[in-house]
């Protein structure tokens, strides 16, 4: 795992639970485009492993499983509502729950890897592993925010090039 990998990760979860935090509108955009540019980079990363063990693969599907479900539960606890006709929606202090045990049980899985002498397939599956909790999350939130009855928010970058 290198060290760009770890502060990018570091710097998109700091970034995102602020923003969250806060409240901020929501658009189809935020739940779909982060995942997706991480999911890219983080097939890339693995795809630099040559000759993964069995140990590695397992380990690295049981992030991903273990991400998700921290993503949907996760999405559970965000808050979603209408603000301004528009759907909005917010971390709660449960959702840094959430993200802190998530965060623990990657460590985890990382320390086993470690300690079973794998190879680097589990360390270059982070931000694969940041995508994949982001699409449980989205998973849960998108349904919940439809069920709301109102529109999704406007990205400013679409509105102001549309003239709206």
Known sequence: MSVIQILLAIVVIVLVIGKRLAGEPLTTKRLVVLPVVLAAIG???LSKVTHPSPTDVALVALSLVVGLGFG????RS???AVRDGYLWYRY????IGWWVSAIVARIGLTVVER???AGHLMSNSLLLGLAVT???E???V???ARALGAPFAVDNKRAARSGH
């Open 142 to 144: 998108y349904p919940r």
């Open 134 to 136: 982001f699409l449980g």
């Open 138 to 140: 989205a998973a849960v």
């Open 72 to 75: 949907l539960l996760r999405g």
């Open 43 to 45: 097939i890339s990363g």
């Open 115 to 117: 300690a079973d002498h």
């Open 92 to 95: 709660r202090w449960a959702t």
């Open 78 to 80: 965000v808050e979603v």
